[in-house]
């Protein structure tokens, strides 16, 4: 038999009699081991905080990205694979697709759908050579999918899923730059009180919520906040942070917020976006990245009404855009290079400022009923 739709031994085992089990398909770990030329450093490309995840072709021809998961080894089997089930049922054409997993002994090891334009990480942000060229059309189905896709995990399915960690670098691109979300309902394959989210990357920082990166609090509003960032990296084609521009152009939520109150938002807009840009429609979609990371979380919109308003279906209410929660209201958590986690408490001996992670309650989630997710 082919190396797709096999059961491995222990997985075969362990799914026994549970007819719900057996949507997804099990990979053995020698299929993957041949699909991906022994796991081998040509293959790679890339390593997140779930480990590290290769390109592979299965016998079929298909090609697939094969994430070895490293932080999952004390879950077990069955739990496993029911976590996936309920992952690889969730099908929408910006996310991106679980072929299938791997469960073999302590290997745990997740199969997706290739995606042929890597991330937006990558290209439309990278500093390394992209041939991609993102037109303003480019940029709106990009930004419309993603929240498209978004609106999809936080109120189409039930239970609903928090993402978490909504970045540039998991927004993967297809042939046609079709945006697809990665990583979504992975929160569960994670022992207990532990994430993969860490502050390690510079930028990352940046997506988060205040609520989430002080408190550990997750909520769909926190999601909300990172969509937001995430769009004004889109359209202005810079990264949320970049500590080598001069310290009032380092961060982008405060550099747009300035510029807007200045009335020159358009100052922001990609250079590189050619001949079919539209500045309204830009200045629009930048008004509604400041409303979706006001620091209340209240102000922030549901995914549905931001897709509405990139649309717009929807008018933008410009009385709900204040100053937004920026990065530089807790700015010491720049400086470190050292990993840390949100909702850790950092030793003063680290950080000689006050303002910092200050609270330990880790990662609740304040809104039921709803899976809880990377
Ligand atoms: N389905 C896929 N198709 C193509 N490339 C992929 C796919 N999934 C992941 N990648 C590549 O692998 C890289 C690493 O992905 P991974 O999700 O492990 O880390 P990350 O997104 O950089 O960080 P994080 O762990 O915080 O999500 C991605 O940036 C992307 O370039
Ligand atoms: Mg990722």
């Known amino acids: 038999m082919g190396c797709c739709f096999m059961f491995g031994k222990k997985a075969k085992q362990a799914v026994e009699g549970d007819e719900d089990l057996h949507s997804v398909k ?13 796991f081998s ?15 592979g072709v299965l016998k079929d021809g298909t090609l697939v990205a094969v994430k070895v998961l490293s932080a999952t ?53 990278g500093s390394r050579y992209s041939n991609i060229r993102f037109n303003w059309r480019a940029r709106v189905k990009i930004a419309v999918g993603i929240a498209c896709g978004l ?16 970045k540039a670098s998991n927004i993967l691109l297809d042939k046609d730059l079709t945006p697809k979300i990665s ?14 989210v860490s502050t390690r990357v510079a930028g ?23 969509y937001g960032v995430l769009l004004l990296e889109i359209v202005s084609g810079r990264c949320n942070t970049n500590t080598r521009l001069p310290s009032e152009d380092q961060f982008l939520l405060e550099r747009t917020w300035a510029l807007y109150e200045e009335g020159r938002l358009e100052d922001i807009i990609d250079i590189d976006i050619g001949d079919d840009l539209d500045v309204d429609e830009a200045c629009r979609f930048m008004k509604i990245g400041l409303l979706c990371t006001q620091d209340a979380m209240a102000r922030r ?74």
């Open 204 to 226: 990352t920082l940046g997506y988060l919520a205040p609520e989430y990166a002080i408190r550990g609090q997750v909520t769909k509003k926190s999601d909300i906040y990172s």
């Open 183 to 196: 990583d979504f309902g992975l929160a569960r394959l994670l022992p207990p009180n532990a994430t993969h």
């Open 301 to 374: 919109p549901s995914m549905t009404n931001v897709v509405r308003m990139l649309s717009g279906e929807k008018r933008i209410n410009v009385d709900q855009i204040t100053r937004p929660a920026m990065i530089t209201d807790f700015a010491d958590l720049k400086i470190s290079n050292k990993e840390q986690r949100p909702g850790e408490t950092r030793s003063p001996t680290t950080t000689p400022t006050t303002k910092s992670f200050t609270t330990t309650e880790p990662f609740s989630s304040s809104e039921t009923p709803t899976q809880s997710s990377m």
């Open 151 to 166: 609106a999809f995990l936080h109120e189409e399915i039930r239970p609903h899923i928090i993402h978490r960690d909504i």
């Open 41 to 55: 450093d040509a293959n790679k490309i890339g390593e997140g905080g779930f480990g590290s995840v290769f390109r």
């Open 73 to 125: 080894s004390r879950q077990g089997v069955r739990e496993f694979l029911t976590e996936l089930t309920a992952i690889s049922d969730i099908k929408h054409a910006n996310l991106v697709t679980l072929i299938g997993c791997c469960a073999e002994g302590s290997h745990r090891i997740l199969v997706y759908n290739y995606l042929e334009n890597n991330s937006l990480a990558q290209t439309l942000l």
């Open 26 to 38: 099990v990979f053995s770990y020698n299929d993957l081991r041949k699909a991906t030329q022994d």
